[in-house]
C-alpha cells in the first residue's frame, strides 16, 4: 500500500516514515507542499497524510488543488495546530481525516488503515469524467448506455479513476490487479481493449500510457490526441 507523507521537518519525517513502513506500507516523502503536489500528479497513492504547515505551498492549498483536479485520493490532515477553523477548513476542502502533533504512532498507524479502507469500500461504485465503474455488477457506462466488462479491466479502470489523471506505474498496476501474475504487454492489450469499449460508449476518455511512463485517464480530441 503506497502512503505519501507529506512533512517539512526532516526528523518528524523520517520518524513518521519509519513508523508508517514497520507498518509494512510503502512511504514516499515530500518535503514541501508543492513536491507533495507533482508527486500526487506523478504517481499513484492510497492514502496521503499531509501537514499543514508546509513552505512553497501550504497543505491546505495541495489539498484544494488534489481535489479541484479531480484526485479523490484519502487524505489525512497532519498538524501541530489544534484550531477548530483549520480543522473545519481542511474538512471542507476534501479532507477525510484529522490527526494532530504530537500523535501515537498506533493511532497513525489504524487511522491511514481506516482511509485505505474506505477508499477499497468506496471502489463498488466508481464515476470519472463521463464514466461510471460499477465493480459487483461488472459494468462500464455512460450517458449512450453500458457494457459488461472483465473484471480485470474494471479494476484498471477504477485505479485509474481513483488517481485522478496522474500515472499509474505498469508494475503497480500489475501487483494490484494481477496480484502480480500479469503476462508481459497485459496492461497495454487490457488499455487497447478498454480503449475500444470507452470509444463505443461514446466516451471523451481514453487511456493513454506506456510500460516505462505508467498509464493515465485522459480525455482526447477527435483524432486521438490528448486534449
Known amino acids: 500500500m503506497r502512503v505519501l507523507l507529506a512533512e517539512d521537518n526532516a526528523s518528524l519525517a523520517r520518524a513518521t516514515a519509519a513508523i508508517l513502513t514497520r507498518s509494512d506500507f510503502d ?73 494532530p502533533k504530537p500523535f501515537d504512532a498506533r493511532e497513525l498507524v489504524a487511522r491511514v488503515r481506516a482511509a485505505a479502507r474506505r477508499r477499497s469500500g468506496a471502489a463498488t461504485v466508481v464515476t470519472y469524467g463521463d464514466i461510471r465503474i460499477e465493480e459487483a455488477a461488472v459494468l462500464l457506462s455512460t450517458e449512450r448506455g453500458s457494457l459488461r466488462i472483465d473484471p480485470h479491466e474494471v479494476q484498471v479502470v477504477i485505479a485509474l479513476a481513483h488517481a485522478g489523471g496522474s500515472s499509474v506505474a505498469t508494475g503497480w498496476l500489475a501487483e494490484h490487479v494481477w496480484n502480480g501474475d500479469a503476462l508481459p504487454g497485459a496492461i497495454e492489450l487490457y488499455a487497447r481493449l478498454i480503449n475500444g469499449k470507452l470509444e463505443a460508449l461514446g466516451s471523451v476518455l481514453r487511456i493513454k500510457g506506456s510500460e516505462t511512463d505508467g498509464w493515465r485517464l485522459v480525455r482526447h480530441d477527435g483524432d486521438g490526441t490528448q486534449a
Do not use: F, S, W
Request: glycine share 10%; charged share 20%.
Open 27 to 99: 512511504v514516499h516523502v515530500a518535503h514541501d507542499g508543492g513536491q507533495a503536489l507533482d508527486m500526487l500528479r506523478n504517481g499513484y497513492y492510497d492514502v496521503v497524510v499531509l501537514d499543514i504547515m508546509m513552505p512553497v505551498m501550504d497543505g491546505l492549498e495541495v489539498l484544494k488543488q488534489m481535489r479541484a483536479e479531480g484526485n479523490t485520493t484519502p487524505t489525512i490532515m497532519l498538524t501541530a495546530k489544534t484550531q477548530v477553523d483549520d480543522k473545519v477548513i481542511g474538512l471542507d476542502l476534501g479532507a477525510n481525516d484529522y490527526v
